[in-house]
Nanobody, 123 residues
Framework: VQLQASGGGSVQTGGSLRLSCEVS????????MGWFREAPGKEREFVAT????????YYRGSVEGRFTISRDNAKNTMSLQMDKLKPEDAAVYYC?????????????????WGQGTLVTVSS
């Protein structure tokens, strides 16, 4: 299974970005999916997760109401719509896949990882 994350970039506070994760090597509908992020000097942290069918979805508290995770199993693509971005959202964002869980909020629940895409938010 290979994951290719894209869509990162530089925006101002309050701006929006849409990240995508293209999955190959396995049908997306068989994988639980999630997004994590890692800021400089910090540990990788959970952002959002989505079940195989598109439900359920869970978010870390600080992005609830601003980020939306979604998936298109027919296109083998997962997305993360990020609105009202804040400087503290700046990080490298990683998509992750699990072939044994429907969803997970922890790193250990995933066995496949993408290469990361950089998000920069200026104040």
């Amino acid at each position: 299974v290979q994951l290719q994350a894209s869509g990162g970039g530089s925006v101002q506070t309050g701006g929006s970005l849409r990240l995508s994760c293209e999955v190959s090597g396995r049908t997306l509908s068989s994988l639980g999916m999630g997004w994590f992020r890692e800021a400089p000097g910090k540990e990788r942290e959970f952002v959002a997760t989505i079940g195989k069918s598109g439900q359920p979805t869970y978010y870390r508290g600080s992005v609830e109401g601003r980020f939306t995770i979604s998936r298109d199993n027919a296109k083998n693509t997962m997305s993360l719509q990020m609105d009202k971005l804040k400087p503290e959202d700046a990080a490298v964002y990683y998509c992750a896949a699990s072939n044994w869980l429907d969803f997970s909020r922890v790193r250990g629940g995933y066995n496949y990882w993408g290469q990361g895409t950089l998000v920069t938010v200026s104040s």
